[in-house]
């Protein structure tokens, strides 16, 4: 099996090699900078103690080069964000080297397109392309399938991230969020009656973490998990929120010069600290609520740990061809029981009163 990873020499992209190395997975490293790319194979090279690693060079605009680059791999992981402007030439030239796709974006739009322009693509090549294989949009995705197991017919599915620790973000997150931050501000899309929509009000702005006291205040925020419950759910509603205290942070405006004098990414040790909480709340209609928990630290390690586990069975195991949400493309339950070996904890719990306000 051999996998390649495009914007490999990125913050993410060189945590994904890690990983890559750490499983013992063949990779190809691909980007648009070849003295930043070796560099990267270097260090991965030395750490996986292969020598120099397989790399080749291609830029989003030459979709010629892209292909060549990625033919004869099994899957490509993408790591190259902001993706709204990069990412679909990214799958495209995937999905025509017959590779299987995955990615790393956070960009609800994003993942929307991609469902809306290639899943006939990827159909008639064969291939699987599932988007937003991320610390957030996996793990919330496929709990959201074992909550809709146990509790029916649902109403409503609420979404809520929350993340504490130092360091921040890194680049390229900010760098995507700059880019979608009209969106962000807006509170992205909700789902409803069938349709993706912009505009609608949050139906929660506090939420109630467990074992807390009192509820915290959240705002709406565009999550992917929106995009993805809804294809494997009957569900009237679903809508993401994110910590408001997070969210006021990014009143401060960005330029691209703040961004690019910011340190690249958390350290090693600010990655120590970092602890999320994600809640994935599911309301039957008649009032019961069933509250799945995902746990875990480190936001950008677990992301690599999850993103070559997507990648890598999609190439070992296969899937159905087009483009999927996690759940369609994964059993729900193996997934997540692998994610917790790796210290990414979930659990469910069922009761008789809503735990939001
Ligand atoms: N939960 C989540 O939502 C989540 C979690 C983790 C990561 N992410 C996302 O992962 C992405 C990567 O983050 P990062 O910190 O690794 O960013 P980064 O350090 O800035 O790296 C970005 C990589 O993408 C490449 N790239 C950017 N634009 C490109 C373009 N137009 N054409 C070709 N290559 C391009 C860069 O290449 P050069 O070096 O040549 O510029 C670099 O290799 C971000 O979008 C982030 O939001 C999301």
Redesign the pocket.
Known sequence: MKIAV????????RLVLAELARRGIDMRLV???AT?LREAATTVGTAAGTGDADQRIA??DDHDALVAAFRGCDAVIN?????T??GPAVVRAAIAAECHYVD????QLYTKTVFDTFAGDAERAGVTVVP?T????VPGDLIAHLLAERVHPIEEIAVSHFITGAGGF????L??MVETIDAVKAGGLSYDDGDWRAGTPARHTAVTLPDAPQPTDVVKCPLSEVVTIPRHIEVRHVESHVDAAVAAQLNTPLTPEIIDSLP??PTEEDRRTHRFTYLIDAFSRDGQLVRGVVRGHD??GS?AVIAVEAARRLAAEGAKPGVLAPAQAYDATSFLTFLALHGISWTITVSDTRATS
Do not use: I, K, L, V
């Open positions: 495009y914007g490999a020499n990125g913050y993410q992209g980007g648009r900078n930043r830029d989003t790591c190259a964000g902001p993706f402007r990069s790393t974006a956070g960009e937003a991320n610390d957030g949009c890194s680049r390229g997150s760098r995507s690249e990414g936001t950008y992301t």
